[in-house]
């Protein structure tokens, strides 16, 4: 029903910046809100940030300030602008759709990336 296609993911130094995008794509399926995992080595797969339908955001307490979420609702895009980059950022970035299918709206479904890598290191 919905296919996620990420990039924007490389290398940078500490304190540089890197802008992930989502595009989605499929039919029959509203989305509720999109959003940006992340999991590093060892770690817990942890939200990073979302944004509903309706514009309202949440954000790791460890990405607040620094990290900003928006969306194209034209194109169903995601993006996640990342500043301030720490060593303790570095991970794979997943990014994650959540809607209906438009026929059987009391169902939710999660979609996920195919996962991008982001190295902050100097």
């Known amino acids: 029903q919905v296919q996620l296609v990420e990039s924007g993911g490389g290398l940078v130094q500490p304190g540089g910046s890197l802008t992930l995008s989502c595009a989605a794509s499929?039919?029959?399926?509203?989305?509720?809100?999109m959003g940006w995992y992340r999991q590093a080595p060892g770690q817990q797969r942890e939200l990073v940030a979302a944004?509903?339908?309706?514009?309202?955001?949440n954000y790791a307490n460890s990405v607040k300030g620094r990290f900003t979420i928006s969306r194209d609702d034209i194109n169903n895009t995601v993006y996640l602008q990342m500043n301030s980059l720490k060593p303790e950022d570095k991970a794979v970035y997943y990014c994650n759709v959540r809607g209906r299918h438009i026929f059987i709206t009391w169902q939710v479904q999660d979609y996920w990336g195919q996962g991008t890598q982001v190295t902050v290191s100097s």
């Open positions: 944004i509903t339908s309706g514009g309202s955001t």
């Open positions: 499929g039919s029959d399926f509203r989305i509720n809100s």
